[in-house]
């Protein structure tokens, strides 16, 4: 008996594998320990840099001042002082909150400190000629150079500090060196002042003049302390 031909089924079609994309490793937790000892930015080091750029553009703006005279270069080193306050403001705030600090606490205020009285002795400079009416010598001129230079080495000192520090005390020790010169060129000027008084107005004027030459001495000698503790810093971290 003849058995009835079954028709072939047609092959049902087999679905596409569907293709993962290939999985993403899982990132790796950090330990603890490692977190704790992790190297973090050095905020201090940050904020002393933008003071110590604050204090240069003001003792720019100083030596620019005593060229001419010019009002916008009073009014600029007037804005520098109030905006290197607020900066030491915010690293005081930021020292006061820190536990541990990557440098001496005590190293980082004094640093602070002496850099932002360079700039304050560049203000009262200025605002002095303006109230006593004292024209710009040759010797202001030179003084005035003189730590706009200096200003530059210890910014310069600051930037290579983490990096560098040999580097940063070699520019600590150029910013001593031009603080010397700004004294060798105030014992020069008050010489000169000191010299042939003829009456009481020439006196009144002298005394007035010794009052700038004063603030232009104090001044290289708080860069001249600042260049010391960056000095010191060096020692310690090395």
Same mark, same amino acid.
């Given at each position: 008996?003849?058995?009835?031909?079954? @028709?072939?089924?047609? $092959?049902?079609?087999?679905?596409? !594998? %569907?293709?993962?994309?290939?999985?993403?490793?899982?990132?790796?937790?950090?330990?603890?320990?490692?977190?704790?000892?992790?190297?973090?930015?050095?905020?201090?080091?940050?904020?002393?840099?933008?003071?110590?750029?604050?204090?240069?553009?003001?003792?720019?703006?100083?030596?620019?001042?005593?060229?001419?005279?010019?009002? !916008?270069?009073?009014?600029?080193?007037?804005?520098?002082?109030?905006?290197?306050? $607020?900066?030491?403001?915010?690293?005081?705030? /930021?020292?006061?909150?820190?536990?541990?600090?990557?440098? =001496?606490?005590?190293?980082?205020?004094?640093?602070?400190?002496?850099? =932002?009285? %360079?700039?304050? &002795?560049? &203000?009262?400079?200025? @605002?002095?000629?303006?109230?006593?009416?004292?024209?710009?010598? @040759?010797?202001?001129?030179?003084? !005035?150079?003189?730590?706009?230079?200096?200003?530059?080495?210890?910014?310069?000192?600051?930037?290579?500090? $983490? !990096?560098?520090?040999?580097?940063?005390? /070699?520019?600590?020790?150029?910013?001593?060196?031009?603080?010397?010169?700004?004294?060798?060129?105030?014992?020069?000027?008050?010489?000169?002042?000191?010299?042939?008084?003829? =009456?009481?107005?020439?006196?009144?004027?002298?005394?007035?003049?010794?009052?700038?030459?004063?603030?232009? @001495?104090?001044?290289?000698?708080?860069?001249?302390?600042?260049?010391?503790?960056?000095?010191?810093? %060096? %020692?310690?971290?090395?």
């Amino acid at each position: 008996m003849k058995h009835a031909r079954q @028709s072939a089924k047609p $092959e049902e079609a087999q679905p596409e !594998a %569907v293709r993962l994309p290939p999985a993403v490793p899982a990132p790796e937790k950090e330990s603890f320990l490692h977190r704790l000892f992790k190297k973090r930015p050095n905020i201090f080091i940050k904020l002393i840099h933008e003071q110590t750029q604050l204090t240069l553009e003001g003792l720019e703006a100083l030596n620019a001042y005593m060229i001419d005279q010019n009002p !916008a270069a009073a009014a600029l080193l007037k804005a520098k002082e109030k905006e290197a306050d $607020e900066a030491r403001r915010i690293l005081i705030y /930021e020292l006061n909150k820190t536990f541990i600090t990557p440098i =001496d606490r005590e190293d980082i205020f004094a640093l602070s400190r002496t850099i =932002d009285d %360079v700039i304050d &002795y560049a &203000y009262s400079t200025v @605002s002095e000629m303006e109230v006593l009416k004292v024209r710009p010598t @040759s010797y202001m001129q030179r003084m !005035a150079s003189l730590l706009r230079d200096a200003g530059y080495e210890l910014l310069q000192a600051v930037n290579r500090l $983490e !990096a560098h520090p040999g580097v940063a005390s /070699e520019h600590a020790q150029r910013a001593k060196a031009l603080e010397n010169r700004v004294e060798g060129v105030y014992r020069e000027a008050l010489a000169d002042l000191f010299t042939g008084a003829e =009456d009481i107005k020439h006196v009144v004027k002298m005394l007035k003049s010794r009052e700038v030459y004063r603030h232009l @001495s104090n001044a290289a000698d708080r860069g001249d302390e600042a260049a010391n503790v960056l000095a010191d810093i %060096v %020692v310690k971290i090395t």
